[in-house]
């Protein structure tokens, strides 16, 4: 089990910029997957962005030269720099831990932080 807890959500202009943080309770380092995804109400989850324990990172096309997600494994925690934010930036932000064992996989979730952008 692996428990997860986001933080740094806010409320932002449009065109500013936040660092999410999601602090895991045990060593990510066997975590093969970290990511961050994104929720409105009534929507399905969207994936914002990954990275795998090998430092490999993949974005969501609406992100991409925007965000930039980072994992410190010593600290074990993952982030997520929003640059240039857009109000289509505002949902709810989970953090979310992918761990593969033989040929199951275990995802985590944290609570979730809010992030809203104003025009």
């Known amino acids: 089990q692996v428990q997860l807890v986001e933080s740094g959500g806010g409320l932002v202009q449009a065109g500013g910029s936040l660092r999410l943080s999601c602090a895991a309770s045990?060593?990510?380092?066997?975590?093969?997957?970290m990511g961050w995804y994104r929720q409105a109400p009534g929507k399905q989850r969207e994936l914002v962005a990954t990275?795998?324990?090998?430092?490999?990172?993949n974005y969501a096309d609406s992100v991409k030269g925007r965000f930039t997600i980072s994992r410190d494994d010593a600290k074990n925690t993952v982030y997520l720099q929003m640059n240039s934010l857009k109000p289509e930036d505002t949902f709810v932000y989970y953090c979310?831990?992918?761990?593969?064992?033989?040929?199951?996989?275990?995802?985590?979730w944290g609570q979730g932080t809010q992030v809203t952008v104003s025009s």
């Open positions: 990275i795998t324990s090998g430092g490999r990172t």
């Open positions: 045990k060593s990510i380092f066997s975590i093969n997957v």
């Open positions: 979310n831990a992918q761990q593969h064992i033989a040929t199951l996989r275990y995802d985590y």
